[in-house]
């Protein structure tokens, strides 16, 4: 699944991705500088908890923990402001 980071939250580490079926999922970073908005991402951003994307855009791996998935953008904002 790919999906392109909509918002972040680099302060606490969290960051919302908008997949290819229009929903959003929260994944928690585990590294600093993992992403920023607008990079493609791809891997298993439909199933929570610990998780190996790849960040296409900067062509390198990062380990992530999906804290949801599917959800509504306005959800997506709560949990990223």
Do not use: H, P, W
Not at 57 to 79: I, P
């Amino acid at each position: 699944m790919q999906g392109t980071v909509k918002l972040l939250n680099a302060d606490d580490a969290v960051a919302a991705v908008q997949t290819e079926a229009g929903d959003f999922t929260i994944i928690g970073l585990m590294s600093e500088d993992a992403v920023t908005v607008g990079d493609r991402v791809s891997g298993a951003l439909d199933a929570d908890g610990a998780a190996s994307l790849r960040n296409e855009t900067r062509d390198a791996d990062l380990e992530v923990y999906v804290e949801a998935c599917g959800v509504s953008e306005a959800f997506a904002r709560q949990q990223v402001d």
